[in-house]
């Protein structure tokens, strides 16, 4: 399984940026999914995860504001982030928990005026 991580950038407190990871392979569709970030001198935490089914899961920080979702007939796994803040800033990662683990490069997050 490979994973390519996009849709990193700058952007204003307050603002909003999807991310995007394109998964190879033809088992995306049962895969579970997850963006995890690490943020610099901090370790690497999990952000949110989505399962085959449907079900979702998120970090407390970020319940409210970030929606995981997918497309399984493009075979990507999205990270919708709104009302960003200063501490969202990070390189965001996607990985396939199962089957793997397999991580993405990583896509960096910056939140600043």
């Known amino acids: 399984v490979q994973l390519q991580a996009s849709g990193g950038g700058l952007v204003q407190p307050g603002g909003s940026l999807r991310l995007s990871c394109a998964a190879s392979?033809?088992?995306?569709?049962?895969?579970?999914m997850a963006w995890y970030r690490q943020a610099p001198g901090k370790q690497r935490e999990l952000v949110a995860i989505?399962?085959?089914?449907?079900?979702?899961n998120y970090a407390d920080s970020v319940k409210g504001r970030f929606t995981i979702s997918r497309d399984n007939a493009k075979n990507t796994l999205f990270l919708q982030m709104s009302n960003l803040k200063p501490e969202d800033t990070a390189v965001y990662y996607c990985k396939s928990v199962q089957p793997g683990p397999y991580w993405g490069q990583g896509t960096l997050v910056t939140v600043s005026s």
């Open positions: 392979g033809s088992i995306f569709s049962i895969a579970i």
């Open positions: 989505n399962t085959s089914g449907g079900s979702t």
